[in-house]
């Protein structure tokens, strides 16, 4: 049992987070809740902080709306959070998408798709930055929030919480295709969101840190990354993970038996000369 | 490509030059590609519908690009009226709106649902006279009636959409005429008064019919517009708008030419 909640201690902190808050989410729709009322979109917390997705916001600016105060407060609010504790945090720690696609991970390492597929992927990860300018664009000429019209992020978040429709089909095409098509192809490779929050994250205080001296070379942090090229320090140097593309999940800390990595806050003055 | 042509020699690697522009190429290709297939599929799913917004939602254009989606004026509605556009709803996905057949607005004086939108994608202001909100106010839609199965049209007794209406008297009012058919009997015809009706929908729910004879419709779609060329010159208030009119020239194959040259060239000859 100890070992068991050593193994997964922060994926079950990640599902609890995951799943609670669409649970408040919920409860504030169906049952009067005022803990947590909006969706992932935008949202008020405690009833007075507000909280709204800065990329929307950045596709309204895009758009050509207007700007309310309580809008720039949110996005301020959601901003500086995941400045300080890591962009995509908000992938591995909010995101409910995570929880399809790391089913699909596992499904995939569970019926050896990796071993038939090999090592190399046939998409780039730098695709979410032309998804993301894409997306810019496209709002500037159309006058809409473009990726909000076909996010598959909102469809779960706003359909597990509002009602789903067919919400379920992009839930079962996002699986399907991390499934057979593309290891970590949503979330690591395509999603806009993710592409946002990776940039976001260049600048954030929290870090995994790897510490080469206890490392062994077992390389298990690697298989387990879903995004691993975050992790090109191992068993080299003993870095902290600066690349924004981490997600902060600490699938790696877990599976480290040498306790070569865990979390840091990054030095703000020491990063910019010795990367430490 | 050129590393797909047949060559004698052993296959030269691609040089990185060569590799970055056709990387290049390949992620605009694929970026036009995409973009063209979202833009057109943004472009169909938001094109004008006959949609409802909720009270203080400003222009549907506008709408489109501010409503962030999040669905609070949703939860704030006590009534349920509030949906949220799921996918197969065939509505812009996660836009707020009603169905007033099916819940129509109640109309709640304190307006929960506009100020809790952060965006102002619900605007305030709009429902709002003399620093107090103002349900009555708010524009949602305009009720029309089709006199065609309207039964009240038919002579049968029926003021349900009459009673129904939260601005009694005003939104909708009884006409009464004569039934030339019975000799005895007034047709009592329920008449929308679009400077009051606010577009809630109780009397499309209240509406007895099979399939509602007063309905809903974006005012937009409902109305038509006169334009500045006529003017009601009983009205001072109305003459402002000719202020407005500019000049429209209208040039058909006989008005080219001046109306002189018109009597006196050979055209009406042909006539005869």
């Known amino acids: 049992m100890k070992t068991l909640w050593n193994n997964y201690r922060y994926l079950i902190l990640r599902r609890f987070t995951q799943i609670g808050i669409l649970v408040l989410y919920f409860g504030a729709n169906a049952w009067g809740w005022t803990i947590l009322m909006g969706n992932l979109s935008s949202s008020l917390l405690f009833n007075m902080i507000p909280m709204s997705d800065p990329y929307a916001a950045l596709q309204m600016l895009a758009a050509g709306a207007v700007m309310a105060t309580d809008l720039l407060i949110g996005v301020a609010v959601v901003s500086l959070f995941y400045l300080l504790i890591g962009g995509r945090a908000f992938c591995s720690w909010v995101c409910p998408v995570n929880m399809i696609t790391d089913l699909a991970n596992f499904l995939r390492a569970k019926i050896g798709l990796n071993q038939v597929q090999g090592i190399k992927q046939p998409a780039s990860r730098k695709l979410r930055y032309w998804v993301l300018a894409l997306s810019l664009i496209i709002s500037a000429f159309m006058g809409v929030t473009a990726f909000e019209f076909i996010s598959p992020i909102s469809m779960v978040h706003r359909g597990l919480v509002f009602g789903l429709g067919f919400g379920w089909a992009a839930m079962l095409i996002i699986f399907l295709f991390d499934l057979f098509v593309l290891k970590n192809g949503w979330c690591g490779h395509i999603c806009p969101l993710g592409g946002f929050y990776s940039l976001l994250g260049k600048f954030s205080l929290i870090r995994v840190h790897h510490n080469e001296e206890n490392c062994t070379l077992c390389m298990k942090c690697k298989v387990v990354c879903p995004e691993n090229q975050v992790l090109h320090m191992i068993g080299k140097e003993s870095l902290p993970v600066l690349s924004g593309e981490c997600t902060n999940c600490a699938r790696c800390i877990e599976v480290c038996d040498d306790d070569a990595l865990g979390f840091s806050i990054k030095s703000l003055i020491k990063n910019k000369t010795t990367g430490e | ?272």
Request: aromatic share 8%.
């Open chain 2, 1 to 272: 490509m050129s590393e797909n042509r047949p060559e004698k020699k052993k296959k030269q690697p691609l040089s990185d030059r060569r590799k970055f522009i056709l990387g290049m190429a390949r992620s605009v290709g694929i970026a036009t590609l995409g973009g063209f297939v979202w833009s057109a599929y943004v472009d169909e799913v938001t094109a004008s519908q006959l949609l409802l917004r909720p009270p203080g939602a400003i222009e549907e254009e506008d709408f489109l690009k501010t409503c962030i989606k999040c669905g609070m004026c949703v939860e704030a509605c006590p009534y349920d009226t509030l949906l949220l556009a799921k996918p197969g709803d065939h509505k812009p996905l996660g836009t707020p709106y009603f169905v007033p057949r099916e819940i129509p607005c109640y109309m709640c004086p304190d307006i929960p649902c506009v100020p809790v939108c952060p965006t102002g994608a619900l605007d305030e202001p709009s429902v709002t006279t003399d620093g107090k909100l103002d349900i009555n106010i708010a524009d949602m839609g305009l009720a029309v009636v089709d006199e065609e199965s309207c039964i009240a049209f038919w002579g049968i007794q029926c003021d349900a959409c009459y009673r129904a209406c939260p601005i009694l008297g005003q939104a909708i009012t009884i006409e009464y005429q004569k039934n030339e058919r019975t000799g005895k009997h007034a047709y009592m015809k329920p008449i929308v008064h679009a400077d009051a009706c606010t577009g809630c929908g109780m009397c499309e729910r209240a509406c007895v019919t099979e399939k509602p004879a007063i309905f809903i419709l974006p005012r937009e779609t409902a109305m038509g517009k006169a334009g500045d060329y006529y003017i009601k010159g009983w009205d001072k208030e109305d003459e402002k708008r000719l202020e407005n009119a500019g000049e429209i020239k209208t040039t058909t194959d006989l008005s080219r030419q001046s109306a002189s040259d018109k009597l006196n060239s050979d055209f009406l000859e042909d006539l005869y």
